[in-house]
């Protein structure tokens, strides 16, 4: 008896939690009647509770060991002093500055957009409990300068910080543009200017295009809402003094290697600026589907002709299994491997600002 109350309960429970999407087009693929598919019908995301225990308790989501000359010399090595004065000045070309893990300040066309800002100490639901990160944050979010535009690409939470979001709102009032599904997240913290977008919708901010683009992931912010809101990355375009072809910066987001950058390519044109993940991507039975290695990450700016590129998610938080120093030895190789030309992808320093290519 005791169980069946129990089964009931828990069926209670979940079908007052299954979400109804409120955004189901049918004629889009990726739309599901209770949420969001990736392009290619793959479903992620749907781990059973019992292998995420495990692979905690044996220890797939942090290093297996400390970068050689430990945290203190990897701090050393990859952090320099943001520029603050540099930063305090708009820009018409683009410069980029790292901010750590997916976080960056891409100034351009005047304007300053942050791209998912994390400068927390954690990454997770209840801090202490999340991923750790391992490199001081070069700013906080009070420090900022003036931001006209911030782009979330997803839900997870080393992407979209509580902290971060609601202290830049508490000082600023920028306008945020956000994936199908997140916009309710800022209306329960009373943030607005929020604007949400499907793959492929356009719109304009000042003098540039967007584009949200598709890439191979998945969403989860609390037990009951996998795949509830869309992924996806952020294409950008400024058009040139001279005319023809717009700069065009991509930034993929999370994604597993698929078919979307080659599609992205095909639909908007060869990219002149990527900013593609490069960490995060072991063990490979779990990681392959949602998070490339540097070796996709260079088969995607092949794909996207992409004539620069910088590395990101990586070296900054304790999520996955390989060390901290693993990912740029990596890149190295399958860049020589797949005959990129010296250089082709960047690696900044956490709190690094350089002038991109125009
Ligand atoms: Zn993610
Ligand atoms: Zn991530």
């Known amino acids: 008896m ?35 598919v990736n392009s290619n019908g793959l479903m992620l995301g749907q781990f059973p509770w019992y292998d995420i225990l495990r692979r905690n308790l044996r220890g797939d989501f942090r290093p297996l060991v400390e970068p ?21 000045q708009r820009s018409d070309a683009p410069v980029m500055t790292w901010l750590g893990h997916a976080g960056m300040l891409l100034q351009v066309g005047g304007l300053n957009i942050l791209l998912d800002p994390q400068l927390s100490d954690y990454a997770g639901p209840l801090s ?52 199908l599904g997140v916009k309710v997240w800022f209306d329960d913290h009373g943030i607005d200017q929020v604007q949400e977008m499907d793959w492929w919708d356009r719109t304009t901010v000042g003098p540039l295009m967007l584009t949200f683009t598709p890439a191979q992931h998945w969403t989860k912010r609390s037990p009951f809402d996998t795949n509830a809101t869309l992924w996806g990355g952020f294409a950008i375009e400024q ?41 995060a991507y072991l063990p490979r039975d779990f990681m392959a589907p949602q998070h490339i290695n540097p070796d996709d990450a260079v088969r995607i700016v092949l794909d996207l002709d992409a004539k620069h590129a910088m590395g990101i998610h990586w070296g900054t938080f304790e999520l996955t299994q390989e060390t901290f120093d693993q990912p740029p030895k990596d ?11 010296a250089d082709q992808v960047w690696l900044f320093k956490h709190g690094e600002t350089r002038a991109l290519p125009f």
């Open 331 to 341: 890149l190295e190789a399958a860049s020589r491997q797949h005959r990129l030309f």
């Open 68 to 88: 050689a000359g430990g945290y203190a010399g990897f701090i050393r090595e990859w952090t320099v002093p943001i520029d603050r004065a540099r930063i305090a």
């Open 2 to 36: 005791l169980r069946r109350l129990l089964i009931l309960a828990m069926s209670a429970l979940l079908a007052a939690c299954a979400t109804v999407n409120p955004y189901f087009d049918e004629s889009k693929p990726h739309h599901r009647r209770d949420g969001f």
């Open 239 to 279: 058009p040139r003094p001279t005319g023809g072809e717009p700069w065009r910066f991509l930034y993929t987001g999370d994604t597993g290697y698929s078919q979307d950058f080659k599609e992205i390519r095909r639909r908007l044109g060869a990219v002149d600026f990527l900013a593609v993940p490069i960490g």
């Open 128 to 179: 202490r409990f999340g991923a750790k990160r391992r490199v001081p944050a070069p700013l906080t979010p009070e420090e900022l300068p003036p931001i006209d535009l911030v782009l979330i690409s997803h839900n997870h939470y080393d992407h979209l910080d509580y902290a971060t979001v609601t202290r830049l709102a508490a000082v600023q009032k920028p306008r945020w543009i956000v994936p």
